[in-house]
């Protein structure tokens, strides 16, 4: 058993946040090969039962859960910040040349060695992630993600229609490619497999319907895809499926819409669209550095609440400009309050917090098991410093509460708050720097 002392976050049920100034978090193997809480909650009710033997003590310092990334490309990692006029121009100069080179294993390998540590070193632990159209690329990042025993849900891209040369499929060998890694990959260790088009103008009608088969046969595998994030792509949609309602619609009517299924952005929603993601089970991974970056739109988070679909954060690299859940919070929080185009509302700090941790693990149908630090979770964890520089030091010294506290870090931080990422499964503990 390992047991921490320190401030300690986690969250109810209700995404309330549950704060302990003075906590203890202890876990331990629960005989199946997991590391999993035991017990979390204040010192002084907990220390005569756990407290009595080593205790690792960190003073001024918050653990809090790893966070959960509902959706980033780790093909792209050297793509983040480059200059283009909208989504569809920075796909054609920017992420489809470069995504070409994954064709070769070893480069493959390398970016995907880069990725784990950079998100380890951000205080990530689940990623749902896009590989490329290579299952090359979803082998290398698999490789990487099972050393290092992270929680990593990847697929390879399924695209073989307006897509140039170097990331097209082919039809038939696509599907044979996806059926087979989930054979190989999915449930190992801590793996999943999304079966991946890019989205849905990338893929004939025989794609989609193969790949709607594919999750009829395994539905516990996940489900991720793009829709409704930019108006010149929703209106190439309706242009390439009109017999479907919707450019949302054209996933249902393929069979790929249901629980376990996450699409990114769905920003250029009607009604309708939102009660059909409600009526599913279907989630919305909400990506808001990318939107801003792109000019694509602003999540309508009021829209969402009021029909009653799941959403959580992502960072979207490389649209998304930063691996850091305190940019991506931020920038959610811009989204929110954006009133000129939707309801605009402000986002409280714990509710921005349980976006990227707990409630990204429900919407992910991980409520449980990630993304908290409450009895029976897997004990992925993050240790923060909210004195990490200067100002934050400054500022946090002077929060009078936890709205404070938690809003001050999500506005002046970065990967630097990050101390350490511990990965439960792994023994020594998993540092910062990924290693």
């Known amino acids: 058993m390992r047991v921490y002392r320190s401030a300690l976050l986690r969250f109810a049920d209700d995404g309330s946040a549950l704060y302990d100034e003075d906590g203890l978090l202890a876990i331990a193997p629960d005989g199946e090969g997991r590391q999993r809480v035991v017990a979390a909650g204040p010192w002084q009710a907990l220390a005569s039962a756990y407290g009595q033997g080593a205790v690792e003590h960190l003073p001024g310092r918050i653990i809090a859960p790893g966070f959960v990334d509902m959706h980033i490309h780790f093909p792209q990692t050297d793509v983040i910040g480059a200059p283009a006029d909208g989504l569809l121009p920075w796909l054609e100069n920017y992420t489809f040349p470069h995504e070409s080179r994954f064709i070769d294993p070893a480069y493959g390998a390398q970016v995907a060695g880069f990725f784990v540590e950079e998100l380890l070193r951000n205080g990530v632990t689940t990623a749902l992630t896009f590989a490329t159209s290579h299952p090359a690329s979803v082998d290398a990042l698999f490789t990487k993600a099972q050393r290092q025993q992270l929680r990593l849900i990847t697929g390879k891209v399924l695209q073989d229609r307006h897509s140039p040369d170097g990331v097209r499929d082919l039809t038939e060998q696509s599907l044979i490619d996806t059926e087979a890694l989930i054979r190989r990959w999915h449930g190992v260790d801590r793996l999943g497999y999304a079966i991946t088009p890019r989205f849905a103008p990338t893929s004939t009608h025989e794609q989609l319907q193969g790949a709607g088969e594919l999750a009829a ?33 054209v996933y249902g009517d393929y069979g790929l819409m249901r629980e376990r299924a996450v699409y990114a952005h769905c920003i250029h929603f009607d009604d309708d669209d939102r009660a059909l993601m409600r009526d599913t089970g279907t989630v919305a991974a909400v990506s808001p550095t990318s939107n801003l970056f792109l000019g694509s739109g602003f999540f309508d988070y009021a829209g969402a609440d009021r029909v009653g679909f799941g959403y959580g954060l992502a960072s979207d690299v490389g649209g998304g400009t930063s691996f850091s859940p305190f940019r991506t919070m931020l920038a959610a929080y811009y989204v929110g309050r954006e009133g000129q185009t939707k309801p605009g509302l402000s986002l409280s700090p714990q509710q921005l917090w349980w976006q990227h941790t707990a409630g990204a693990a429900a919407a992910l149908g991980l409520a449980g098991v990630v993304g908290n630090l409450q009895p029976g979770c897997e004990g992925d964890f993050v240790v923060i410093n909210p004195a990490a520089t200067p100002l934050l030091a400054r500022k946090t010294a002077h929060a009078n509460n936890l709205d404070e506290l938690l809003f001050a870090m999500i506005v002046l931080g970065d990967d630097r708050l990050v101390e350490r990422t511990v990965i439960s499964q792994s023994l020594p503990d998993v540092q910062a720097a990924g290693t």
């Open 217 to 249: 046969r395994h539905p516990d595998v996940w489900i991720q895809s793009h829709v409704a994030e930019n108006l010149d792509e929703v209106r190439w949609a309706r242009e390439l499926f009109p017999a479907s309602r919707s450019y949302l619609a």
